[in-house]
């Protein structure tokens, strides 16, 4: 199989480019530079004309959407542990999974890109700041989950949660808020970001874990 993944650093892509790594696949990282605008390159919209990351190609398919990329990487590669194998576990991390992707993940765009939801500028700040504090709420829930993981959010093993988690809480402190301040979800993407896979994906997108800078 040939897999390649287009990704963007810092990205909601880091969930399906971790899983990649901590699978120990061979695939070729591509990446997208969003602040340069290459998403909406007449090149990139031929492989996702909706000018998002992450993309996947499986042997020439692509597959857009992290939800529907995690699956197809959890079939694919099974002893990765993406996703808890079956049973109630692997529902309730599916249920978790679609709600960070359809709920606090679009939040999070409404604080980083109001000018996805108006052209009006005294709009775009009210947007901003009534979503940064909705998404302090959401982060708490995260919180509360991280406090009971046992010993990753996935499951016995670190998985897709876990990432979404560590994306989730970075993006936080672009929103205002201190990520060492959620002290579960912070010692979780801490603990996820050590593991030798994730450290080489760490590594390729040049992130660093908290952004967050106080209000001077
Ligand atoms: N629902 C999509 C969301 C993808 C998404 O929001 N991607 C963002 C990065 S986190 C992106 O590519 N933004 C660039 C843009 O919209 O111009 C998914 O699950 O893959």
Not at 41 to 68: C, F, H, K, M, W
Not at 73 to 89: T, Y
Not at 159 to 165: E, H, R, S, V
Request: proline share 7%; aromatic share 8%; glycine share 6%.
């Amino acid at each position: 199989m040939s897999l390649k993944l287009y990704f963007a650093p810092g990205a909601c892509s880091f969930v399906p480019h971790s899983m990649l790594e901590l699978a120990g696949a061979e695939f070729e990282p591509q990446m997208v530079k969003l602040h340069k605008g290459e998403q909406r390159s007449p090149e990139y919209l031929a492989v996702n004309p909706r000018g998002q990351v992450p993309v996947l190609v499986d042997d020439g398919q692509v597959i857009t959407q992290i939800v529907a990329i995690l699956l197809h990487l959890d079939a694919r590669l099974p002893q990765a542990g993406i996703l808890p194998a079956s049973g109630g576990q692997r529902a309730r991390a599916l249920q978790t999974l679609a709600w960070m992707n359809n709920t606090v993940h679009p939040t999070f765009t409404h604080v980083f890109m109001p000018e996805k939801f108006t052209d009006d500028e005294a709009a775009k700040a009210a947007i901003r700041a009534f979503a940064a504090r909705s998404y302090k709420g959401l982060l708490d829930e995260i919180e509360a989950m991280a406090a009971q993981a046992s010993p990753w959010l996935t499951g016995e093993r670190p998985g897709a949660l876990d990432a979404y988690a560590l994306t989730l809480l970075r993006w936080g402190g672009y929103a205002g808020i201190d990520p060492t301040g959620q002290t579960a979800t912070w010692a979780l993407a801490q603990r996820f970001a050590e593991l030798p896979a994730v450290a080489r994906v760490i590594e390729r997108e040049r992130l660093q874990l908290n952004v967050y800078k106080p209000a001077a």
